[in-house]
């Protein structure tokens, strides 16, 4: 079963930053924390994972806190296109497996 | 662009009629996974392959098997598809060495009529 936990829905105004948060309180030492998002009717898409420290790509940043129990994926000006079902997801070390959760809809409206 | 491909994008077959899905990969990336996504709901995983040794989850009807002749290549088959294993499957692919994410292939909708 997946062990993060996400709000189902949030809404964003188009060229605002969405902030989507996620816990993962009993995330282990080797795990990372994944990203995806899902458009509809396509695959999931990669968007950024990290460790313990604070990551930074074309796409998005993630913000995870000093325990670890916790992480933000920030997308700096969401677009119309960013509308998606968002995952956080725990993987790595023993655990290779992406086991997903419900994920957020995130919904950015004109 | 290395990628995972899935073949067909679209899949109608009849029920009780075996079905076939690919999935291939040009990333050689030892673990393949496939997954079951019905609608609104999230990407269920089936079974995977760490290379050659196959992994099946615990509530994964025996209709479904998988077969992986090598590193490239991953098929899902469904011995006898009923009406509620209408989904989209998807494949992905993930190495244990680099931990630089896990690639999704764009999925098969499977219709059974």
């Known amino acids: 079963d997946a062990k993060t936990t996400q709000p189902p829905s949030m809404d964003c105004a188009e060229g605002r930053a969405a902030n989507l948060p996620c816990n993962h309180s009993?995330?282990?030492?080797?795990?990372?924390v994944y990203w995806y998002r899902q458009i509809h009717s396509q695959g999931p898409q990669y968007i950024i994972h990290?460790?313990?420290n604070n990551e930074t790509n074309e796409m998005a940043s993630l913000i995870i806190t000093e325990d670890r129990k916790s992480s933000t994926l920030i997308l700096p000006h969401a677009t119309l296109r960013d509308t998606a079902v968002y995952y956080c997801?725990?993987?790595?070390?023993?655990?290779?497996?992406?086991?997903f959760g419900k994920g957020t809809l995130l919904t950015v409206n004109p | 662009d290395a990628m995972v491909i899935q073949n067909p994008r679209y899949q109608v077959t009849q029920f009780g009629k075996p079905v076939t899905l690919s999935c291939s990969q040009t990333l050689n990336h030892n673990v393949m996974y496939w997954y079951q996504q019905k609608s609104s709901q999230a990407p269920k995983l089936l079974f995977h392959y760490y290379d050659k040794d196959f992994n099946n989850e615990a509530d994964t009807p025996d209709n479904f098997q998988s077969r992986r002749p090598n590193t490239s290549f991953c098929f899902l088959d469904i011995r006898s598809p009923g009406l509620g294993d209408a989904a989209m499957y998807l494949c992905?692919?993930?190495?244990?060495?680099?931990?630089?994410?896990?690639?999704f292939g764009s999925g098969t909708r499977l219709t059974v009529v």
């Open positions: 997801i725990e993987s790595g070390g023993s655990n290779y497996k992406l086991t």
């Open positions: 990290g460790l313990k």
């Open positions: 992905a692919t993930g190495s244990r060495d680099i931990y630089n994410g896990y690639t």
């Open positions: 009993t995330i282990s030492g080797n795990e990372y």
